[in-house]
């Protein structure tokens, strides 16, 4: 017997919200077997980031070689990345490790608007990366700065998606959230049957939030991981991610945004669910 395994490459959440440990409960939750390589420790919780602390890629570099020497991985996360140095440095490790299932969440800016990508590495991500991934995950905000024009009503995304997706020659998913409908629709454009997916959800209306990028990506990851198609995988994913923001919306924990419900489909009181 062997587990379906996701490598997640990203930042350190101290609060358990967001960044690789949101990572970790996902691909759990989804039933797969975690893997990680720590970009970056970070110095937050529910109510913002404070302050990053750096690793050296070689450290990265590291982790990255000893976990897939020993364990064979079926897909990879990537998140958090804070520096052009770490982005060149993965972008060679995937042309001599290629991997079919990659999805990357391009992770800019916290959402209390800490930068967590400097502008080189934003260049270095989509000139490098972006051709060596199979989709990128994109909230408006991060989709905007990657096009240079502004989204703002439902009827953009659709546009934009495929406008990265010929841009950057990679799938795109366009998380909707940032508008201000109570219908959502994200749309997934697949680069690779030139179809568009439109994935639906309604806007559950609660403060904990913190980590979706994280948790949506992870389990895009997952999908991938136990060989679906990515229009299956993508409306698994978005099923999972809407279930985990209903679940997690009535829970207090922290004094800002708390997190989702990974493991909703997992606690007893949910089952019936």
């Known amino acids: 017997m062997k587990y379906q395994t996701v490598l997640t490459i990203a930042g350190s959440d101290p609060s358990g919200g967001a960044g690789i440990q949101a990572d970790i409960k996902t691909i759990s939750a989804c039933g797969c077997y975690a893997t990680s390589a720590i970009t970056a420790i970070t110095i937050q919780n529910t109510q913002g980031v404070q302050a ?6 070689d450290i990265i570099y590291q982790q990255i070689k000893c976990v897939s020497e020993d364990i064979e991985i079926n897909a990879i996360k990537i998140g958090m990345l804070h520096s052009a140095e770490v982005v060149n440095m993965l972008a060679v490790w995937l042309k001599d490790h290629p991997c079919t299932n990659i999805v990357l969440d391009p992770v800019m800016v916290s959402t209390s608007g800490h930068r967590l990508l400097d502008e080189n590495a934003i260049i270095s991500m989509t000139q490098n990366l972006f051709p060596l991934v199979r989709v990128i995950t994109p909230n408006i905000p991060e989709a905007e700065v990657l096009l240079g024009q502004k989204i703002q009503q439902q009827e953009d995304i659709a546009i934009a998606a495929k406008k990265l997706a010929n841009k ?15 219908v959502l629709v994200d749309i997934c454009y697949d680069v690779e049957t030139k179809k568009i997916y439109e994935l639906p959800g309604v806007r559950i209306r609660t403060k904990n939030t913190h980590g979706t990028g994280c948790t949506l990506s992870s389990a895009l990851a997952s999908m991938l991981a136990k060989g679906l198609s990515l229009e299956d995988s993508a409306r ?10 209903r679940h997690g919306a009535d829970f207090e924990i922290g004094l800002g945004q708390g997190p989702v419900h990974h493991f909703w489909n997992l606690w007893s009181e949910n089952k019936q669910d």
């Open 52 to 57: 990053v602390q750096a690793i050296p890629a």
């Open 236 to 245: 698994k994913a978005k099923e999972y991610m809407n279930q985990a923001i």
């Open 168 to 182: 950057y020659h990679t799938s795109v998913w366009l998380k909707a959230g940032h508008l201000h409908a109570d």
